[in-house]
């Protein structure tokens, strides 16, 4: 266990390499001008970012596996080096072919960032002090979401869309240099056999499922997505039939019986769920269904990440102070009811209602989140750090692809087609009831597993 000296470093190394990210949102104000660049639609160009997401899926398992077995600091080197390289073939891609093809594999050293940077956030510090630690991680991509798509449109027009990524070069070289300093050598794990069916299995799952998810709005029940839900389907069976015949699987499945990582996966796959479906559908309402300007409409949503950007160092304590099971509860019941207050926004709901009701969900999301990482990682060995990193991301992706297909879907279904702001409003109060009911899913599961431990409890305060 290290000391408090070094456990510092650590967690601002963690800090550093999860702050990577950033480059999931500062690209996005950069895609107009890449499209009239390389003279590319909005279907092609989806891919810049698209094609980012499912490469990081895909690598979350593999990345934390590698993490367990070779150490640390090699992986965590590799991925900052790989991040760095595809970082400025991206800026300097001469065509948008290799941009997509540099943004793949740049998702891929991303995947090997987050993963291995949340293993160490979590093994930094004793149990007693990682809610506090992880708080303390949970901002740097609080902070990514606030300021990346600020920075990335300011660079676009300074200097257009490849200034982007070639400002973020000193980022994985920081990293690299630092992992190399302070993390400890270790020898590989020789006699650990590494899963490679299994990994694949649970890899091919993760994206085939995002990548059904994430088309469902645009092609319904077409081929694509069934094609995609078929291959996610027969994945996920495979890994399984893998994992239970293998002697070293890379995943135990007993923990799947485990309620502790259940409840934590599932809030924290609903935290994403509220980050993405609470970002889209609520911008939809504000600029077509009330007629608000973007520049409006992006200042009454920023409560919330403001508000998790400065309540994720407090969440700790409050997770300290309450208790994993008070806080997880109270978490999700912030998402549940700015969730239920979204539902009753209509075409003459005060702008100080919407800014109130984004609060509360930033609040929720902070104090979810933190206590969802706690619960679900706390249920890992130190030596299976990176493994329950990559379950606990993965089970997040998945939250978040939903976060953006399913309310999309009850979107479409609302409108019908019709492009005026009466649809705009039917449409999203269509959405925000069903996000609704999908966030009141993982409440239903923390309840229930509260009401099993505190038979004679009352209620979480």
């Given at each position: 266990m290290t000391g408090a000296a070094q456990a510092r470093p650590l967690l601002t190394l963690a800090w550093l390499a999860g702050f990577t990210?950033?480059?999931?949102?500062?690209?996005?104000?950069?895609?107009?001008?890449?499209?009239?660049?390389?003279?590319?639609?909005?279907?092609?160009?989806?891919?810049v970012t698209t094609g980012y997401l499912l490469a990081l899926a895909a690598t979350l398992l593999a990345a934390g596996r590698l993490s367990d077995h070779l150490g640390t600091r090699r992986v965590l080197v590799l991925g900052a080096i790989s991040f760095l390289i595809t970082t400025a073939a991206s800026g300097l891609a001469p065509s948008f072919e290799l941009l997509v093809a540099a943004r793949i594999v740049q998702g891929m050293a991303g995947g090997v960032l987050y993963t291995v940077s949340l293993a160490i956030a979590v093994t930094?510090?004793?149990?007693?002090?990682?809610?506090?630690?992880?708080?303390?991680?949970?901002?740097?991509?609080a902070l990514g979401a606030v300021i990346g798509p600020v920075i990335g449109g300011l660079l676009t027009d300074l200097g257009g869309?490849?200034?982007?990524?070639?400002?973020?070069?000193?980022?994985?070289?920081?990293?690299?240099?630092?992992?190399?300093?302070?993390?400890?050598?270790?020898a590989p794990r020789g006699s650990q056999r590494f899963d490679v069916p299994g990994i694949a299995a649970a890899s091919l799952f993760v994206v085939a499922g995002t990548f059904a998810l994430l088309d469902l709005p645009a092609s319904g029940t077409g081929p694509s997505v069934l094609l995609g839900a078929l291959i996610?389907?027969?994945a996920l069976a495979a890994f399984v039939l893998i994992?239970?015949?293998?002697?070293?699987?890379?995943?135990?499945?007993?923990?799947?019986?485990?309620?502790?990582?259940?409840?934590?996966?599932?809030?924290?796959?609903?935290?994403?769920?509220?980050?993405?479906?609470?970002?889209?559908?609520?911008?939809?309402?504000?600029?077509?269904?009330?007629?608000?300007?973007?520049?409006?409409a992006g200042v009454l949503l920023l409560a919330a990440p403001l508000v998790g950007l400065v309540f994720f160092p407090f969440a700790g304590r409050f997770v300290g102070a309450l208790g994993v099971d008070r806080a997880l509860l109270w978490g999700l019941l912030l998402l549940v009811g700015s969730a239920a207050a979204m539902t009753t926004w209509g075409s003459t709901t005060e702008p100080w209602l919407i800014v109130l009701t984004n609060l509360l969900t930033g609040a929720g999301i902070a104090l979810t989140l933190v206590a969802s990482a706690t619960d679900a990682l706390s249920q890992f060995a130190p030596g299976e750090a990176g493994t329950g990193s990559a379950l606990f991301n993965s089970l997040r992706q998945l939250g978040a692809a939903m976060g953006v297909a399913l309310p999309a879907v009850a979107y479409e279904l609302a409108v019908?087609?019709?492009?005026?702001?009466?649809?705009?409003?039917?449409?999203?109060?269509?959405?925000?009831?069903?996000?609704?009911?999908?966030?009141?899913?993982?409440?239903?599961?923390?309840?229930?597993?509260?009401?099993?431990?505190h038979p004679l409890a009352e209620g979480p305060a």
């Open positions: 990210l950033i480059d999931a949102s500062i690209v996005s104000l950069a895609l107009p001008d890449i499209a009239a660049d390389f003279d590319r639609t909005v279907g092609e160009l989806a891919w930094a510090y004793p149990p007693e002090r990682r809610a506090s630690a992880l708080a303390i991680y949970f901002t740097s991509g869309w490849r200034l982007v990524f070639l400002v973020q070069l000193p980022l994985p070289v920081a990293v690299a240099a630092a992992a190399w300093v302070l993390l400890p050598r270790t996610a389907i027969g994992e239970h015949r293998t002697a070293e699987p890379a995943v135990r499945l007993a923990i799947f019986r485990n309620p502790r990582f259940v409840a934590g996966s599932a809030a924290g796959a609903g935290a994403w769920f509220a980050i993405m479906s609470g970002t889209i559908y609520p911008a939809i309402y504000l600029q077509f269904g009330r007629g608000f300007s973007a520049t409006e019908a087609g019709s492009p005026s702001s009466a649809s705009a409003l039917a449409g999203s109060s269509a959405a925000f009831l069903l996000r609704l009911l999908a966030l009141s899913l993982p409440l239903a599961l923390v309840v229930a597993r509260w009401r099993a431990r």
